[in-house]
């Protein structure tokens, strides 16, 4: 198993551009989730999705845009950017029965720098 | 508004000094709290605390949750250079799929 990969590891991009960010798991995992990391601050949840065809906002939504039309696939777009999107972008899957908490699975991070 | 908040932020010991980290919180529909260790990349999972009182313990990682005081410690006894990293602690809610709320991390460094 890859696990949970993500690309591309790096990108500048200048402000107003666009991208997406890819992610996908081989683990068969039913929830993801995409996070971001400042410098000297914890994650924060951007959105997440507990199925295909099922997403939802978490803490900083705002700027970003997110589909999961596939199980394996969930990815990240961001229209128009901004300088204060410049992050490290994280995402992770789990396998969460009902009512249950399951460890988060990481992929290796995307560093995002707009000028 | 649910807070995670984690002391000190960073720390710097000798190998072989054993380290206590905190992590407490204030929120709504507290299920449980999670511990991860960052290296370079991307964090990995130490423990998952539900009940309170019910030490963790995974070599030299311990870990324990008091739900009445809202907050988790995390001790690493004889700290070697491999434990240098972020931690990480996190809470997840009820009904709020899965979603988490991590603290601002403690960065731990330790010197040979």
Known sequence: NAGVTQTPKFRILKIGQSMTLQCAQDMNHNYMYWYRQDPGMGLKLIYYSVGAGITDKGEVPNGYNVSRSTTEDFPLRLELAAPSQTSVYFCASSYTPPGQVAEQFFGPGTRLTVL | ?112
């Not at chain 2, 709504?28 to 991860?36: C, E, G, I, M, Q």
């Open chain 2, 1 to 112: 508004e649910d807070k995670v908040v984690q002391s000190p932020l960073s720390l710097v010991v000798h190998e072989g000094d054993t380290v206590t980290l905190n992590c407490s919180y204030e929120v709504t529909n507290f299920r449980s709290l999670l511990w991860y260790k960052q290296e370079k990349k991307a964090p990995t999972f130490l423990f998952m605390l539900t009940s309170s009182g019910i030490e963790k313990k995974s070599g030299r990682l311990s870990s324990i949750l008091d739900k009445k005081e809202l907050f988790s410690i995390l001790n690493i006894t004889a700290t070697q250079t491999g434990d240098s990293a972020i931690y990480l602690c996190a809470v997840d809610f009820y009904n709020q799929g899965g979603k988490l709320i991590f603290g601002q991390g403690t960065e731990l460094s330790v010197k040979p």
